[in-house]
Structure formats: C-alpha cells, structure tokens
C-alpha cells in the first residue's frame, strides 16, 4: 500500500471514530451539546440576551448555568514548568473564569507534534475548543476535515467588541474559504526576532570584516577562508518542512501569480529556476567544504550545539533575553567575539525574503463546541486583548518579574524565580491567542520594550543590528499569495513530497557537480510525477478562478 493511501486511511478512520464520538456525545451527554434553560438549540446565530442562559449587560456577563471551556497552549516542555496548572492559569481562572462562571481548562499540545495531537483529541471528542494552527496550509488541513464550525461575524462583535476592532478586518479579509466564514486570528505586530550569529573573531582572525558581508559570493570567500584557517564551516543544516530557500533567487518585482504558483511553506518549489540555482550553490558549497560533510544528519539543536562547540561560525536562532548562546560558546572559548550576518544575497539579485501573514494564530472553533463554549471562547479573547490583562500575562508581577522605568518600559528580572515566574518567552504560549508579539502604544515604543526581551545582558548590540538590517530589507519582505479555496492535492502528496524532497537535493549536492544537470532533470521528472504537476495544476486553476489574494506591501 502506497504512503498516500495509507495516510488518507488514517485520517478517514480518525474522522471516522470523531464522528461516532460527536454522535455519541449528542446522544449520551444532552447537557453538554443543549445546556440552555429553554430547551432551544445551540445555533450560531448571535444571542439576543433573552432566556437563553448566555451572558447579558443584565446579568452581570454570567453564564447561568456553568460553562466548561477548553483552551490549547503549547507544552514546550520546559523544565519545571507544568503548562496546565501554575500562577498564571490560576490567575485567568480568578480574574476571567470565575466572573463569567466559566471552568478554564488548558489543554496541552506538543509543539512539535500538534497536528498528531489535535487528531487524537479530535477523534476523542476532547480537543480544545480552539483549533490552531500558524501556517495557513495546515489549518485549511482542519477546515476540509470537516472540524471547523462556521463563525457569525455579529456574534464575535457582540462578545469580543474590542477583539473584533482590532482583528475585524483581517477576520473579513483572510478569515472565509469557499465562501465560507471560518477562521478568525490573532494580532502580528511587524516585529521579528530571528537573527543569525557569526563569529566575528573569526571573521577578524582572516582579514574580513563583518560589514562587508553583503553577498552570498562574499560569504563564500570568507568560508574559504576559515577552511584554509582550519577555523571551522559555515552552519548548515538539512532543508526540510518549510521551504524558504529560493526566496534570494527570485526576481524582483514579484509576479503575483508566479509567487502563487510555486510558493508553499510545506510543499518545496523544486522545479523552478531558483531551485536549481540554489542546488548549484549548496553543491559548491559542499565540495569545496565550505560546509559540514553530513549536513543532512544536521537539526537546530545539532547546529547550536556546533556553533557553542566552535565547530561552525554562523547559527541562528529566535533570540530572546534568557540565550544561553552567548554564555556556552565563551565557556569553550572566551576570546569569542559575535555579530550579526548583514543581508547577503546572490550577486545582482534583491535579500528577498517571506513576510509572515499579517495575522499570528490561525483559529477556528471546534465543530463540537455548544453555542455558550463558542460565546465564552469571544468573551476570553475579548478579556485577554484588554491592555491591562495583556500586560500582566506578558510581564507578570511588578517588583518581581520585573521594575518598570520612568518611560513605562518594564525591565525583566531575569533572576527571578518565584511562584509568578514566567514561562518560555514571556508567557506567549497564553497570550498568543490575541497578538503575537507584544505591543505597545505604538510601533516604537514596542521595539524599545522588545529590545529589552530579545537583548540578553551585554549583548544589546545584537539586536540593534538585527532591527538595524530588518529595515533595510523590508521592501523585499512580503507576504506570500493565500489561496481561499482548499488545494486538496496539497493535503495529498505534501508528506510524500516532503520526503521525495530530501531524498532528491540531498543526492544532488552531494553527487559529482559534472553529474548535477542531470540528476535534477531526471529528479524534476520524479517530482511532478509524484504529484507535483497536481499541485500546480489545482493551483493555477485557483488562481485562474481569482481563489487567491495577494496584497502588495
């Protein structure tokens, strides 16, 4: 049996064993699929305060009768930290749940393992009555599974009027597929932490210097350099599950329906022009040493690991105030010295790079929540995107977590460990629902708090020229096409593609470069006929159909 079918029969078994556990539930807990006073049906029609047991300006916002509602946050897995039960759920019990009537249980899910974990909860009858996903392609995943409800736009301004003012106009231009209101979102402040880090000593100990890093050619004489050194490579690691690698190879201006055609996070462009000229480049790399020889065993973890170890000079990471990059490298070497790689790409080409939607979480309700889980899950968003309560689950308890500055900055107290301690990057994982990154009056003053969270100790400078670079690239930082109809054919080769990828690139890089042009030419081939050419067939017909929004920037 192909991997095709096998997958679709896991899903249309899960869906299978979802739809007896939804049915089961209408038929054995009555209470909780039709828990009104009145007898009347759940609908999704917006409430009109009548008899209905929802929550009214008359009655003080309380449910009549009390309300369990499910909440996903991420379990990242942090040591010492239990993600479901600690001062801060405690507090949103206290200061939401109890005001409304309303039980909060947070549902943990695996970063790493979300989409395995929301299946099973699903096929449980108990997921979260949030389902969420960052990449629009995996969320659609949920939306042609059928586990989404449809949204009332009147509802959510009625329950969350703050929420809907900020996020309503994203809700209404991203939110509807196949005519279909479906997903709602989370606030993205065009803030972004990721930087890579080089080794300056080492650029310094050849004869470089970091500000002249401005090009993929120029970064490959100073690999070149480091190997005739014996210093060490440049980092690498194995390309796979998000495909962002041609960006730098594309021409500018974009051409929207081409962006279209060939951009996807989780499917890769591998039969485009820039594909090849990016297997060009990774393949000299490769033979020249430039990199390490089995970057393909390489992950995340592996490449920090090499760069604290001083075997590679360059790694990049989300960086937040707490790192311990710095820290680990200068145990093993403390004349290291650090900096940040400047934009570099191909000669004659533009640092093309994908923006993120302007939007963070993708969102929609669970099929199985009733009509008062639904309200509450309005009146939350509605309670959490209020300054005062984003505030405090972002920077906890003043005089602990942190001080605040003449200025209203407040200054994390990374020694603290008390009973309000914050968990991994300033409690996002409970906040993410409304914003993505913090903000705060306007764009900046929100990098000036943001400085402060990202800038470990002495190391200021780092974000500096991270936000120093952001703005000289941020004409070529756009957005990718969204597709607003389901491309099915993605949800039904990505995994095979995904792995059919890795297997092809990897053979070609590290293959005779005499043999490249045509190893890529018979892997193209393998490729479309893996379901590629389907692919892009069902996409230019959706974009032949005008299915897709593109927004210039």
């Known amino acids: 049996m192909s991997k095709n079918k096998s997958f679709l029969l896991g899903v249309l078994a899960i869906l299978f064993v979802f739809i007896l556990a939804a049915c089961s539930s209408n038929n054995a807990n009555k209470d909780d699929k039709k828990p009104n006073d009145n007898g009347k049906a759940s609908s999704n029609e917006a409430s009109n305060g009548d008899e209905s047991g929802l929550p009214t300006e008359e009655n003080g916002m309380k449910f009549a009768d009390r309300v369990e509602l499910k909440i996903p946050v991420y379990d990242r897995a942090f040591e010492g930290w239990n993600v479901t039960d600690n001062y801060y ?3 949103i019990q206290e200061e939401f749940g109890e005001k409304h009537n309303i039980d909060i249980k947070f549902v943990p899910i695996a970063r790493a393992n979300e989409e395995t974990d929301y299946q099973q909860l699903l096929a449980a009858g108990n997921a979260p009555h949030i389902v969420f996903h960052y990449d629009m392609p995996k969320a659609l995943n949920y939306y042609s599974s059928e586990v989404l409800q449809p949204l009332n736009y009147d509802e959510i301004k009625q329950y969350a009027p703050t929420y809907w003012d900020k996020l309503g ?19 993205r402040p065009d803030v972004d932490n990721f930087v890579t880090i080089i080794r300056k000593d080492w650029v310094e100990q050849v004869g470089m210097k970091v500000e002249d890093l401005t090009s993929q050619e120029k970064m490959d004489e100073l690999a070149m350099k480091w190997k ?18 041609s960006y730098p190879y594309r021409d500018w201006p974009i051409d929207p329906e081409y962006r279209a055609l060939y951009s996807d996070l989780t499917v890769a462009d591998f039969t485009t022009d820039e594909t090849k000229e990016w297997l060009e480049h990774h393949s000299y790399q490769y033979h020249n040493g430039l990199i390490d020889q089995e970057f393909y065993l390489n992950d995340a973890a592996k490449s920090k690991s090499d760069f604290v170890a001083g075997r590679i000079g360059t790694y990049g990471e989300f960086i937040s105030s707490n790192t311990d990059l710095f820290s680990a490298t200068l145990a093993n070497n403390p004349d290291a010295d650090f900096a940040v790689v400047p934009p570099a790409p191909p000669e004659g080409k533009k640092p093309q790079a994908r923006a993120y939607w302007p939007f963070g979480f993708i969102m929609g309700i669970n099929e199985a929540a009733t009509e008062e889980q639904r309200v509450a899950v309005w009146m939350y968003l509605e309670w959490m995107i209020q300054p005062d309560n984003l505030f405090f689950l972002q920077n906890g308890v003043e005089g602990e977590n942190y001080t605040l500055t003449e200025d209203g900055v407040p200054l994390k107290n990374e020694e603290f460990n008390g009973e309000s301690k914050l968990a991994m990057n ?17 764009e900046e003053k929100t990098l000036e708090v943001m400085k402060h969270f990202w800038s470990p100790k002495d190391y200021e400078y780092i974000v500096d020229d991270l936000l120093k670079y952001q703005e000289e690239v941020k004409e070529y930082k756009t957005p990718d096409a969204l597709f607003t109809t389901v491309i099915n054919s993605v949800n039904e080769y990505q995994a095979d593609l995904n792995e059919l990828f890795q297997q092809l690139y990897v053979d070609i890089v590290i293959s005779s470069p005499d043999e490249l042009d045509k190893k890529y030419e018979a892997a ?3 490729y479309l006929e893996a379901g590629y050419q389907e692919i892009l ?3 230019q017909k ?5 299915n897709y929004i593109y927004i210039e920037r």
Request: charge should be negative.
């Open 228 to 245: 005739e050194a014996g210093l060490g490579t440049l980092g690498s690691s194995l390309t796979a599950n998000h495909y962002q690698y």
């Open 89 to 91: 759920t405690k507090w």
């Open 524 to 526: 193209k081939k393998r």
């Open 169 to 187: 106009q994203t809700i209404e231009d991203y939110g509807t597929v196949n005519d279909e209101k479906v997903f709602f979102f989370a606030e």
């Open 542 to 546: 959706a974009i032949d159909d005008g």
């Open 426 to 442: 300033n409690n996002k994982d409970y906040w993410s629902l409304v914003i993505e990154a913090p903000f705060f009056e306007n």
């Open 537 to 539: 067939d069902e996409k």
